[in-house]
């Protein structure tokens, strides 16, 4: 794990309350803790970091995503420790998930804020919507994502598919693209969302 850490930038910790998670400053690593500082935004976001509990820690290295569960050893104010393992996943960007978004938007900067009918699914690394506007291929186009509501990431999306479609004598536009200029810790944000709406829809199914 100390290696693993020491080469994996833009780490993001996530606890129990998802809506506070941070970044994550490594400070030291052995086999037993990590420890590390606390980047937040609103000190508020402190008194979800609750010894005892269990947070989820994501990473970019040269491949993809480092991920791994943890458990809460203790925090002095921004300064937290966690358990150390050797139980981790690699998730590498063909394997990232596509899942719905979730009373959640896509607004394009540019053009018609309405443009976007519907989204089909989103992942760390792209889009596929309907919309009512014919984009053009290779150019990047300015959005917003709205995952919460208080929580938006800002990039670049370029088209890399688009399909006219005829629906009720109305013509729509199927959009696929890829995002570009997404900073390594909104992809993270990105995959977390798709892991939370996973477990979301896997726990209606049961």
């Known amino acids: 794990m100390k290696e693993i850490l020491e080469t994996t930038k833009d780490l993001k910790i996530i606890p ?3 809506q506070s998670s941070c970044a994550l400053k490594l400070i030291s690593v052995d086999e037993n803790e990590i420890k590390a500082e606390l980047v937040l935004k609103d000190e508020n976001e402190l008194n979800d970091y609750i010894p005892q509990e269990n947070a989820e ?17 203790s925090r002095e104010d921004k300064f937290i420790t966690l358990a150390s393992t050797n139980d981790y996943s690699l998730i590498q960007r063909r394997e990232y998930s596509r899942v719905g978004l979730n009373q959640g938007s896509v607004i394009f900067k540019d053009i018609a804020p309405n443009c ?18 014919p984009l053009e291929i290779d150019k990047h186009y300015p959005i917003q994502i709205n995952l919460s509501t208080n929580m938006k990431i800002d990039c670049c999306l370029l088209p890399i598919r688009i399909t006219e479609s005829n629906t009720e004598d109305k013509k729509t536009y199927i959009i696929s693209g890829k995002f570009t200029d997404l900073e390594n810790v909104d992809r993270i944000v990105l995959v977390q969302y798709a892991f939370k709406i996973k477990m979301e829809d896997q726990n209606k199914e049961d």
């Not at 820690?57 to 050893?73: M, Q």
């Not at 976007?116 to 506007?133: N, P, R």
């Open 16 to 18: 129990n309350n998802f």
């Open 57 to 73: 820690v994501f990473g970019v290295n040269n491949v993809g995503l480092i991920y791994f569960e943890t458990k809460i050893i």
């Open 116 to 133: 976007v009918i519907k989204v089909e699914d989103i992942s760390a690394g792209g889009l596929k919507f309907v919309s009512s506007t």
